[in-house]
């Protein structure tokens, strides 16, 4: 019952910023944690972040002090700020929303972010 869209992707030089947003709908109400996904071709999707309903955040070394996850329940939109831009961190975003049961397990269809040297 919980739908999830992906937007802000582009085109960024290394260095450079974006910012990545997913709006969800739906029975947003029975959402639980979030968190943000990024694959590239020939590579498992992996988590960048993470964010519980109380705003507790977690991180991998590979994004942390560069990335900032955040959410607004009010509007029921998750982001994703990307400051330091390397070409590694190229990739389709996806944006996922749990619920407190196992079947609640949502994902976007998630965007594209390309970063250029």
């Known amino acids: 019952q919980v739908q999830l869209t992906e937007s802000g992707g582009g085109l960024v030089q290394a260095g450079g910023s974006l910012r990545l947003s997913c709006a969800a709908s739906g029975s947003t109400f029975a959402i639980s944690s979030m968190s943000w996904y990024r694959q590239t071709p020939g590579k498992q999707r992996e988590l960048v972040a993470s964010i519980s309903r109380s705003g507790n955040t977690n991180y991998p070394d590979s994004v942390k002090g560069r990335f900032t996850i955040s959410r607004d329940n009010a509007k029921n939109t998750l982001y994703l700020q990307m400051n330091s831009l390397k070409p590694e961190d190229a990739a389709v975003y996806y944006c996922?929303?749990?619920?407190?049961?196992?079947?609640?397990?949502?994902w976007g269809p998630g965007t594209q972010v390309t970063v250029s040297s």
């Open positions: 996922r929303a749990f619920g407190f049961t196992v079947e609640a397990d949502y």
